[in-house]
């Protein structure tokens, strides 16, 4: 893979990184932090292998879910994606 769409996508994870560790979340926290934000009603059980996953995962509760603004900075890196795909 190379060239503008190897470029582009690559622009995209790392803006779509930027936004789930903000706040000094870990990559693992902002999606777990994704995932409550879809619902108000549910909270995210992951799964886990080891002392330090399930930590790192009980800290995500102390950032909360996405704020409103930053599940719409995820939806638009993602609608940019859908758009370069067709």
Not at 65 to 76: C, F, K, M, S, Y
Request: include cysteine; aromatic fraction near 8%.
């Amino acid at each position: 893979m190379s060239g503008e769409p190897y470029t582009t996508a690559f622009r995209q994870i790392e803006a779509l990184k930027e936004v789930l560790t903000s706040g000094g979340r870990s990559l693992v926290q902002g999606c777990l932090a994704w995932n409550w934000a879809q619902s108000d009603r549910t909270i995210p059980i992951p799964g886990f292998r080891s002392e330090k996953q399930v930590r790192e995962n009980a800290e995500a509760m102390q950032f909360g879910p996405l704020t409103t603004e930053q599940v719409a900075d995820v939806n638009r890196i993602f609608d940019e994606t859908q758009k370069e795909e067709t």
